[in-house]
Structure formats: C-alpha cells, structure tokens
C-alpha cells in the first residue's frame, strides 16, 4: 500500500479553510494560492473544507499560504490530521447557530400574528419592535454574512454572501426610508432581513450537519489510529516487562506486546504466539482472520483472541492505516471534470444574478409598471397607513419603486451559486469514502467519473485471474542433452539449476520453483551476474557456464533448439493448462519445468457480472498461447479475447491501440510486469496483494481479503455508477432551481398569475436547496455492496 506522492522536487500539504460558502469562493481560493509564487497546484473542496496544496518547500512556507488565505477573508491553518471524539465545546458551538437561526425565524414571524382578527400583541406586532429586531439580526448573527459579502465585492471576487448582503440590507434600507418618510406610503418589511438572515443561518445550519456525515467515515479512519503501544525495551532478558509509550514514538524494529482486545498500534509482523484478527477496517470482511508467527498485521486492525509480540516494521506515516487516510483525503480534494466545469459555472454565476436584479428593477420600475399597471392594484402590495392612521394608498411612482425593489431582493436572496458548488463535491465525498469503508481505495473523483466511462477492461492473467500461487507439477531432463556443470545430469539437476537461478525473484512462477527445491532440501549452487530479461525469463553464470531459464519462444530467439520429443512433452503438457518453463546452459537444452496455477474462485463470475454490465473483457498474458486459451475457455472467454506471449511492453501497446480504437480502458494487474500497461490505461486497478510499484501505479487499490477480492471490481462499477447518477441529479436540481427560482423571483408570474415571491420565501428556498443536494448525495450510502 502506498500513497500519492508528488514529484521529488514538490511537496504536499493540506489546509484547512473556513468562510468558503459557494463555488465562487472556491474559485477565489484556488487562484489566490495558484499566484503564490512556489505554488505547483492548488485543489479546493467546499465540502471538507480543505485545500490541497503542492508547493517547492524551498520557495513558500506553509503558514506563509495559510496567513495569505487569512488575510483573504478565508481563515486558514495547516490541518491536523488527529481525529478523536468531539469535545462538549464542539457540539455545543455546532448547535448554536441551529437555535440562533431558529429563535430568528420564530422572531421574524410574530408581526404577521398581528393580522389575525382578534389576535393583538401590541408589542411584538410594533414597527419598532421588528425595526430593532432586525437591526440587532444584521449586527449581530448576520455580521459574518454582512463583512464576507461586502469583502468579496470589494476584493472582485462577489460570492453567495454578496448577494445576500445586499438583498437583506436593501430590505432594511428601504423599510428604514418607510419608517422615516411615512408620506411615501411604503410597505415596511423589516422582518425580511431577519427571515433571511434566520433561514440562511438554518439552511446552513443542517447542511453543516449533513456535510458532518458525509465526512463520517473519514473520522472513523482517523479514530482508528491507537494512540499508545507497549514497547518491551528488553523482551530478551525481560520479555514481560513493557513501557506504554505514544504510538508515533514507535520505530522499525521495536518489539510490542499486544493484548487481545487491542488495536495493532503499527504495521509489524508476529514474533510470538497465534491469533486472530478482524481486519473489517482494512478488507470490509468481517470475518477474522488467522494469524500466525510470520504474519504480517496491519495498524488499526483488532487483535482478537490471544497476545502476542510484534516486531515494528512500518511506524507513523509509513503504516497502511496512514497510508490509506492519506489516500482518502487527497481522493476527497482531487475534482472530477464535471466537477471543474461546475466550480467554473458557479465562479461567474454571482455576476450574473447580480446584473439580472439590476436589470429587474430597471424594468419594473420603468417599464413593467407602465405594461401592467394592474400589479400595483391587485393586492400584490399590501396597503399601508398614513401617519394620521387612516389607510392610504402609495402613490403610482413609489408603489412602483417599492415593487422593484422587493423583486430585486427576491431575485440576489433566491440565487444559489451553493447547490450548484456542492452538487458534485458532496457525492464524490460520499462515494470515496463509502469505497473506504468497503476496502476499495479510489485516488479521486476523477478516477470515479472515468471508471464511469470504461467501455472495456483488460486482465493480467497470473496472480490477478489466478492465485498467483502456483506449484511445479513436472521437471524433467532431455535425454538428448549433456549438462555442461556439475556431475551428475538428472531431473533434479534441472530444478536445483533452476531455483538456483530464480531464488531472490518475487515472481510467482519463480516462488514456485524455488519453494519445489526446498521440499527436496536440494542446495543452490552459486549463480552470478542475473539479469531478468522482461517477459522472456532470466540468465546467469554456473561455474561459469551462461544458464537461460525462460520460454520455448525466447530460447528458439536465441538460437537453442529444444528436441522434438521434448516440444511434444511440453505441448500434451500445454494442453493441460500448465505454464512451460524451459532451461538451456550455453546454448545447450537441458531441460524444463511445467507450473500450474489455479483460478481465483471468484473470477469466473466476476467476469460474467462485468459482461452483464456491458464491459468488454481482454487477458493478457506473458503464459504460452496453449496455457491461455484453456484458463479463457474455463472463464467463459471468447478466442479472440485473449492475448498470449505478451511482454509488459507489449501489454502497453495493446492497451494504447485499443484506445486509439476510441475504447475507455481499464487494467486489472498485480505485478511489476503490469506497470507500464496500468499506467497506459485510463482506469490502472490493482489487488492490494500485488507488488509496490503495482500499487503505485494503479489509481484504484481493492483492499481486500481473503474472499472474492476479485469480485470488488463488481463494486467499484456498481459504486461509479451511483456516484455519478447523484452528481447528475444534484446537478441538475441545481440547475432546475435557479432556472426556474430567477424568473419567478424577478416577477414573471406576476402580470397574469399575481404570483410576487417575497424575500423571505427565497431565502426558505434558497437554504432548501442546498440542504436537498447534500441530503441527496447521503443517501448514496444506502448503496449495498459486497463488502
């Protein structure tokens, strides 16, 4: 397991940002950081609130990005990864903008009582009262509101608190002319600025909280990090002697105890005693697993059943645990494209709105009025009362400019460039981190968004299809051949010149033979100068013969001929399903081998689920063509789909020519030998049992266990899908509510249906809007999977 790494020459770091509330600030942020000298990139995420920053340390500091970001109206600091449980401190500063917000709405409505008939408050129905109210709404709660939105149209950078800034202080001013020249017969509608300010601090209110769930499962991860482990300083002469000590404090090598019941504080390997170990956290299976002196355990997971003793082999930001939180952040921050298209979008959005209430109370005022005189007359602007009490109605101009006005406030309060910024971002959050939690690790949206896209999907066939375990079956000596080193020539001679050549390889046919020759207690015999030659096999010196171990193919290509009843041996044996693996020492035959691997239980279900879901299934293989097409035909594959002989280059190539095609390819492999055609495709995946640069190279990683690990590729399609319908939906009501909110708000209903939506109902609507798509994006988690 690994995690993404910048280049060499960059490093990364993660801010936490506060005071983002839509996309446009999203954009202010990101191109604040992206003119900062030093700074390579720059990814913003409104939902978890952090900024993902890749810098040159020896240009910019990060507190340095952090205190520009603060003095941007946006304050900042690095982010500390620590989670733990939250603090009364915290819970309470959570709720109390979700009473604040509620007493506010509760407040602002008390004047409309006053028009029940029998109902009289005399007090809290006054002007005075809901003119103080909403003055000590504007200066008080809303004064974050007021100074964001007037920073940001100061600094060019206007966002969603501009427009409410200026609808609700509209609303005040045009009340306060009412109050002080009551001759103009104006409406008062001072409790306009306080629904507004109420709603919005409401709406914001339970998107937080549902933004919190969404970022759950991140939390959980964090909370799975132990804080202390028992380190046994002497475990030789004082083996139960330990000393609890900070779990970062932990280095490579140390020897811990652990009890049962307790969490593995680092990633180690098992010294003494057997256990078992529920590694749901890292897998998503539930079931425990055995463990063994020589097995490795992975920090966080739950040591069940016995102690035992470990030795420390991967401590802090080394372990998987860490590994994997790291992953999932920096998957959290990375955008879809869909995702760009939007934060662009919603950058400019507030522009827009702002020149359509312009443009509004332009036409009401001058020419609305004038078309349809009727809307000052029919009961969609209530009448008022003179000074001497007796009902009087506003005179045509005023009644007009009042009308404008409103529609205006209706029109800045209504746009919401919010939905349009979450829509995306809060079902990438979710599906990542659902992913997680299901042992499927997923670099990013944009990984999600093209798995989406694939169209076909090309498999490794060994250790990716198979278990990558397989065993020598057949090992025999050409009787035509006379062996150059050693005395004796035999059937053993051929696996001991063999393993001899392989021992130190990681690759699974190599393990086979190498693990053959213990069985046999056979010796190695000194081998020198190795060279592995890529999709071919190996060679070496033996007492200073040049040994070749490899395929038929790469020995003809040498010049070695391979006798006839030998090539007849190796088909029958082909035929069979096994893998062929032939020796020749200084341009003599010798002999071969024959491996076999078995097929992952899961694989042949696997593949027809996939072709269910419309994929197109490929394999490729370095194996001989006759070995292929058995292991394709027990897959249910078609001849034509699978690729034999194949170098790692050769898998490359083939991936490209198939995207030359116009397919969206992805690569399911496991090995060093897959790495090129992983990172040719659009879509790398890779087992987590596979090699370091496998991992590294594949931009999804299935963390799973032992059962059906293949079968998680069902789950990452299942879970793109998903994902992507939600953004689409979320996109879309997005986009619906402001096509449809901005006309009704600036009046379109209102010469023929007498429709005028007031301030305070497109605040309600606007915070209901936001809180729908981050609500929609939730319920992704009901998504059922394997895991």
Avoid at 412 to 425: D, E, K, N, R
Avoid at 642 to 658: D, H, M, N, R, S
Wanted: include cysteine; charge should be negative; proline fraction near 6%.
């Amino acid at each position: 397991m690994t995690s993404l790494s910048p280049p060499p020459s960059t490093q990364q770091i993660v801010l936490a940002v506060s005071g983002m509330k839509c996309a446009g600030c999203v954009q202010a942020v990101e191109k604040r950081l992206q003119q900062q000298p030093g700074v390579a990139t720059a990814v913003v995420n409104l939902v978890t609130e952090q900024a993902a920053i890749e810098y040159i340390p020896q240009e910019i500091e990060p507190d340095s990005l952090a205190k520009v970001l603060t003095t941007a109206g946006f304050p900042s600091h690095v982010q500390n990864r620590e989670g733990g449980p939250e603090t009364p401190t915290q819970v309470l500063k959570e709720t109390q903008p979700l009473i604040l917000a509620t007493v506010l709405v509760l407040l602002s409505g008390v004047g409309h009582l006053g028009h029940i008939p029998g109902f009289t408050l005399p007090w809290l129905t006054s002007i005075q009262f809901h003119w103080g109210l909403a003055t000590l709404a504007l200066l008080g709660p809303g004064r974050p509101i007021l100074w964001e939105g007037w920073q940001g149209l100061w600094q060019n950078r206007p966002n969603m608190n501009t427009l409410i800034s200026l609808g609700s202080v509209t609303a005040y001013l045009a009340s306060v002319v009412a109050v002080v020249w009551p001759q103009l017969y104006w409406d008062c509608f001072f409790d306009a600025p306080v629904m507004i300010v109420g709603l919005i601090l409401l709406g914001r209110a339970l998107e937080s909280q549902a933004r919190g769930r969404t970022k759950a499962s991140l939390e959980k991860l964090l909370a799975l990090q132990p804080m202390v482990a028992r380190w046994l300083p002497n475990p030789q002469v004082q083996p139960e002697r330990f000393v609890e000590i900070p779990a970062r404090d932990v280095q490579i090598g140390a020897w811990l105890q652990v009890l049962p019941g307790d969490k593995f504080p680092v990633d180690g390997r098992i010294l003494e005693g057997s256990t078992l170990v529920d590694e749901a956290m890292l897998t998503g299976e539930a079931m425990p697993v055995p463990k063994i002196v020589g097995d490795d355990v992975v920090a966080g997971t739950l040591n069940q059943s016995a102690l035992i003793t470990i030795e420390a082999t991967r401590t802090g930001q080394q372990t998987t645990l860490a590994q994997i939180i790291d992953l999932v952040e920096t998957a959290q921050t990375r955008k879809a494209p869909i995702q760009q298209f939007a934060d662009r979008v919603a950058g400019y959005f507030t522009y827009g709105v702002l020149a359509i209430a312009t443009l509004t109370f332009l036409f009401w005022v001058g020419i609305g009025v004038h078309l349809w005189p009727e809307v000052l007359t029919q009961g969609t602007l209530p009448m008022t009362h003179s000074p001497n009490g007796v009902a009087a109605e506003m005179a045509p101009q005023a009644a007009g400019i009042l009308l404008g006005l409103k529609l205006a406030i209706a029109v800045l309060v209504i746009a919401c460039p919010c939905a349009l910024g979450l829509a995306t971002p809060t079902a990438i959050l979710v599906g990542t981190s659902l992913g997680a939690e299901r042992g499927l690790l997923i670099r990013g949206g944009d990984v999600l968004e093209q798995v989406d896209r694939l169209d076909t999907l090309v498999f490794d066939k060994t250790g990716t299809l198979t278990t990558g375990h397989p065993q020598v079956t057949d090992y025999w000596v050409s009787e035509s051949s006379s062996l150059p080193v050693g005395e004796d020539l035999s059937s053993q001679t051929v696996l001991q010149l063999a393993a001899s050549l392989e021992k130190g390889s990681r690759h699974p046919l190599a393990t086979a033979i190498v693990e053959q020759a213990d069985a046999h207690n056979l010796s190695y015999l000194s081998a020198t100068a190795l060279e592995t030659v890529s999709g071919c096999g190996v060679t070496g010196q033996i007492d200073g013969a040049l040994a070749r171990l490899g395929s038929a193919q790469w020995l003809q290509d040498c010049g070695i001929l391979i006798p006839q009843q030998n090539q007849h041996q190796g088909h029958q044996l082909a035929q069979a399903g096994k893998t062929l693996i032939h020796l020749a020492v200084d341009h003599t035959y010798v002999g071969g081998l024959a491996v076999q691997d078995t097929l992952r239980a899961e694989a042949g279900q696997t593949l027809k689920e996939l072709q269910r879901l419309g994929l197109r299934i490929q394999m490729l293989t370095g194996d001989q063509a006759a070995t292929a097409h058995i292991v394709a035909q027990e897959l249910g594959l078609e001849p034509t789909a699978v690729q034999a002989g194949v170098t790692p280059g050769g898998k490359a190539a083939f991936i490209a020519e198939l995207q030359a095609q116009g397919h969206q390819v992805g690569m399911i492999g496991d090995g060093i030998n897959d790495a090129p055609a992983l990172a040719q495709a659009n879509v790398g995946i890779s087992l987590s049992g596979g090699t370091d640069v496998a991992i590294e190279t594949a931009q999804i990683i299935l963390m799973s266990g032992d059962a059906n690990p293949l079968y998680r590729l069902v789950d990452v399609l299942r879970l793109s899908r998903a994902t992507f319908r939600k953004i689409q939906q979320n996109l879309f009501w997005a986009l619906i509510y402001n096509l449809i909110g901005l006309p009704v708000a600036a009046g379109i209903l209102l010469p023929k249906f007498g429709v005028l939506l007031s301030p305070a109902s497109s605040a309600a609507l606007m915070a209901f809007s936001s809180v729908s798509v981050v609500t929609n994006s939730l319920r992704l988690r009901r998504l059922s999977l394997t895991g």
